[in-house]
């Protein structure tokens, strides 16, 4: 079996406990106004292009069989194959391919080179884009990596069904659970989509006694003030006892500006530090462990 | 003594007292005892000229300073080296074709060997426990039983100078006194009593610590490059003060800061380094006041301040999490070394177990066991060099030179191993290159320098009537090799292995061509392999295999190898800035470099090769045994601040550093990046273009941001400063 992924990131220190390998799987169901991993949105393979690496030496153009490229970083998606091969010839690295498949070996074997650095509950985590969009996959690697005794932890959006979660539940350490919204409303504003399902998962996972770590993005002007909301909603799950606060930064459009796409939109903003600073002692006072 | 304030971190400055004479006449008069010593052995010449300039020299002191230490006798006896150096170079017009070949190996930076007087860590153990006075009367009571001329020689030469560091303690006590000054009469009073005693309480210890690091590094010179373990020398005084004198921590803290600020005020080239943690394994590791030196240091941040602190199993989580803290902060003066692997290194060379294990770090990561004299800087070796001459027929890119015999040409090399085979046949010219250039110095030594004052704190030499240098008096004469460039020859081994003998793309010859045009109108492929090629640094089989290759096959044409002083050489894995001077030297590379650039640095990747993180750039390097190095090497490693933010951060770098000492790590320095960096890293990507920073829960790498990016997170790093 293979997974679909478009990255795999060694000494990552912020997703979860220790130092940890990620893998990034391809493909998500929600479309989050900020998302800043835009090339793991789609399961379809993309071609990035970075202009500050590009030399301007032309092998690309040269090299496209369906003449995409016109001149460095034009290119024509339209009729762009994905084929790869002016992302081979590229001296400098300023075209990428987001997109590739890994067999349970080849990942088995990236993931534990550094195996060594897990001592102190480090370990694996998937994310993405949204791993559990390949529950299968992820449940057989994940049950491997335990008997690897590794801690694994998984990093969802939540939207996926409730069987994935019973797939990949026995194997998995810790969830870092996303929440952006309880209000519906705000949520298909913030994402594209209803947050039932996700609010459903997250309960279930509770209530089966998962170890959860619920991940909230802060971001003004979409669903800052949806923190109240939030707050009461994880003081009724028991098992959540630790959040994580992710103020908005603006630190990726240039991730946009590769794919091609148009930047997201400028109504966002982070959190002052007041504001930030006010939700995190909310969050603390009802008890909760409170990373930033 | 008046309380140690945020103020008091501010430069001190220093005025002139009690020297009756100029520096001119400071230099002139010495030259005249110099002169009155003709024809003597190079003790006794030194031991008058070192007596004189400390008998005449100008005192430096500075208000509100409680420590005095410092002339200007800095300067004087250098000028005598050099010029006897300079009289006993040897010729470039040698008839002899061998060493003819030994000066142009040494001139195009292959190899090199030299001498080196400049590593010593004194027993400061003896100086504290037996003080000025002791080591008078002790050398005074072995001279009456000497019937030989050169152990008289030797004892009187010893009391000589130490004599006259007992006038010159007192006149430094007189200056301090004339001043009314809380601090510096505390100084003063001090040294009065150090005169004819050893130091009884912990500002009396770091008195004797600064009076004798002015003695022997600035007026006898011989550089000091190490205080010793600082926790473990200065605890008796510690429990003395905490016992007799009713004293606090905050008050050690104080007079802690008030030294620290003391010996920054030298600026020594290349830091003073001192050590933490004890390194015998019979002992504990720590005692009660190593937390409090090293959290007093690293708040203090001095610049002028390295800290070498001694890791062990056994060391506590606060002195770890203390050090981690610190430097996540910013502060890079502090270097992990592994006790245990230092240890065994030595001992490899024959060391003796309860020598080597009590070493010290001298200067930047070299060990010096007890009673050895290292010689750790003597000799160089070029990695890429080798590579240079071994895909051109052993002959010198920029001279034409040859070094090693029988070198084929490289149209005749059909396979890697055929390539990797004349490496070796040049690295083996390479360091007997290093090893008869050091050896052929190592005879005139006995001319060029003498240090009755280091010699006196050596129990071998002392009580054996020797001196270090011109008797070659130490238990351990060693001389020390140090390899460089090693991520550069093997990245180049790795692109000549792919593009040449796995790809196919063109002929070795045609690729030299190429690297002797300097990649003239090769810019497209110069970056291909720069950038995507794999590097050493990475965590890579293939390639780090063949670093494991190199620098274990050198280490043994190195180690144990015997020198012209009875010692040993000993092999080292590290460049600091010498890499730029052997850069120069070295022709265009197959790794991308151009000609001129400088070589990678000490035993990590090619500058900014490593993009897969620390633990990946720990693991290529653990790739080789690191017991082959004697002389020492180290990882130095950049991580941006936001890598290591938070509390996740802090253990992820706590973890990090364990993992690579566990796993056999030598030595590690990690540098933690600020905004300013982030300009400099946005100005030239191409030297930062490894440079990671932390995005929310992620790290990327901060050239691959667009201005705008990089533009908002400076402005984030400074709002965060
Ligand atoms: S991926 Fe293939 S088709 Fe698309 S631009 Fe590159 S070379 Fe052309
Ligand atoms: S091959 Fe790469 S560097 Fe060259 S023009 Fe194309 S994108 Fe730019």
Redesign the interface.
Known sequence: MTGWIFDIKHFAVHDGEGIRTTVFFKGCPLRCVWCHNPEGLTRKKQLSFFLVKCIVCGTCIKQCPVGAISSPGQINRSICTNCGRCVDVCPASALAEQGYSVTEDELFIKVTEEKDFYDDGGGVTFSGGECLLQAEFCAKMLKRLKKAGINTAVDTCGLVEQKAFEAVLPFTDTFLYDLKAIDPEVHKRCTGADNALILNNLTYLNNVGANLEVVIPLVKGYNLDEWVNMLVFLKSLDRVKTVKLLKYHGFYFSKYEALGWKAPPADMSAPTEKEFNDIKESFTAEGFIVKT | MKPFQQTSKLPLSFFSVAGEKTHDELISRARTAGQNFQGEKVTVQYSALVSEVMENCSVLIAKGDPFISMTDGAGVLSEFSAERRKKLELSDEESDAYKTRLRKGQRACAFQGHEDFGHTCPDFERILSVGISGIVKEAESLLKEQKSVEKKEFYQSVIRVWKSARSLALRMAQAGEKENDENLSVAAENLRFLADNPPKTFMQALQLIALYYELQQNIEDTPVRSLGKLDRLLYPYYCHDMEKSNKKEEDIEEEFSYFLRHIDSYKACANIPFALCETRKALPCENALTLILLRVTLRCRFSNIKIHLNYRADISDEVMLAAGDAIRSGSNSLVFINSDITRRALEKIGIQREDAEDFNIVGCYEPCSREEIPCSCAGRLNFLKAVELAVNGGKDLLTGDSYATDTPDCEAITSFDELMDIVRMQLRAFAEGCIESAKEREKVQIYLHASPLLSATYRTSFYGGKDVYADYGAKYNNTSVCGMGIASAVDSLYAIKELIFNRKRMSLSDFVDILRKNWEGE???R??IK??LPKYGN?VRKVDEIAENLVEYTANLINGKPNARGGVFRFALFSVDTRFVLGERTAASADGRLCGEPLSKNAGASSCADK?????H??SVLSYDHTCFPDGMVLDATLHSS??S????L??L???VI?YLK?GGFALHINVLDAELLRKAQKN?ELYSNLQV???????LF???????QD??IA?AEAAQ
């Open positions: 810019e497209a492929l970056i291909y950038n995507r965590n897969s993180g620390l633990a990946a720990m693991l890598t290591v938070g509390e996740d951060g253990k992820a706590n973890t990090a993992t796993k990507p932390r995005l929310c829960g992620w790290n990327v050239s691959s941001l667009s201005r705008r990016d908002e997170f984030q």
